[in-house]
C-alpha cells in the first residue's frame, strides 16, 4: 500500500485481489453467457422448425385424404346418376 490507511494492509490486499478476480473473470462470463443464449435461441429455432414440418405433413396428408374421396365420390355419383336413369327409364344425363 503507498498511503497508510487505519485497515489493515492484508485485509486491503485481499479485496484488492478479489476485485481483481472478478474483473478477470468478467469477459470469460460474458462469453459463456452469450454462448448460453445463442444455444437456447438456435435449439428454439430447430424445434419450431420439426413442428411447422410435422404440421406440413399432416395438412398434406388431410389435403391427400380429401382428393382421393373427392375422386371416389365423383365416380359414385356418375354412376348413381346414370344407374338411376336406368331405372326409371330415362336417358343418362337428362
Same mark, same amino acid.
Given at each position: 500500500?503507498?498511503?497508510?490507511?487505519p485497515?489493515?494492509?492484508?485485509i486491503t490486499?485481499?479485496?484488492t485481489? #478479489?476485485n481483481?478476480?472478478?474483473?478477470?473473470?468478467?469477459p470469460?462470463m460474458a462469453l459463456?453467457?452469450?454462448?448460453? &443464449? /445463442?444455444a437456447? @435461441?438456435?435449439?428454439n429455432?430447430?424445434h419450431?422448425a420439426?413442428?411447422?414440418q410435422q404440421?406440413?405433413?399432416?395438412?398434406?396428408q #388431410?389435403a391427400?385424404?380429401?382428393g382421393?374421396a373427392?375422386?371416389?365420390?365423383?365416380d359414385?355419383?356418375g354412376?348413381g &346418376? /346414370?344407374?338411376? @336413369?336406368?331405372?326409371?327409364d330415362?336417358?343418362p344425363g337428362?
Open positions: 500500500m503507498a498511503i497508510p490507511t485497515v489493515n494492509g492484508q490486499d485481499a479485496i485481489q #478479489a481483481v478476480s472478478v474483473l478477470g473473470d468478467a470469460a459463456a453467457s452469450l454462448y448460453q &443464449a /445463442t437456447q @435461441a438456435m435449439a429455432a430447430a419450431n420439426t413442428n411447422a404440421q406440413s405433413y399432416v395438412t398434406a #388431410a391427400t385424404t380429401m382421393v373427392t375422386l371416389y365420390s365423383i359414385s355419383a354412376i &346418376a /346414370t344407374t338411376s @336413369a336406368v331405372l326409371h330415362k336417358a337428362v
